[in-house]
């Protein structure tokens, strides 16, 4: 998380969304959407670099996190009410 520039203080927010939707696998890939990866970008062609490789889908995940909910603890927020982000 440090190499994806993930603040320590987020690392707990940042825990329980991967854990929920890749089991912090990072070859996941769902099957229906196409989503990849430990944050499961969707689509996974949004992740500069390599969906799958952990820094670069932690980077694009981070973004995303702080781009639409304006934090990860905003994002845990989100997530724990609709089981999705």
């Known amino acids: 998380m440090t190499a ?7 690392w707990g927010y940042v825990d329980y969304i991967v854990s929920r939707e890749s089991g912090w696998n990072p070859n996941a890939t769902n099957r229906s959407s196409g989503a ?4 499961q970008a969707l689509p996974c062609s949004k992740v500069p670099g390599n969906g799958y490789n952990p820094v ?8 995303y996190a ?3 909910y304006g934090s990860w603890a905003n ?8 089981h999705w982000w």
């Open 75 to 82: 994002a845990y927020g989100f997530w724990t009410r609709n």
């Open 4 to 10: 994806a520039g993930i603040a320590q203080s987020d």
């Open 36 to 39: 990849c990866g430990l944050v």
């Open 56 to 63: 670069d889908n932690l980077r694009w995940g981070s973004g």
């Open 66 to 68: 702080i781009g639409r």
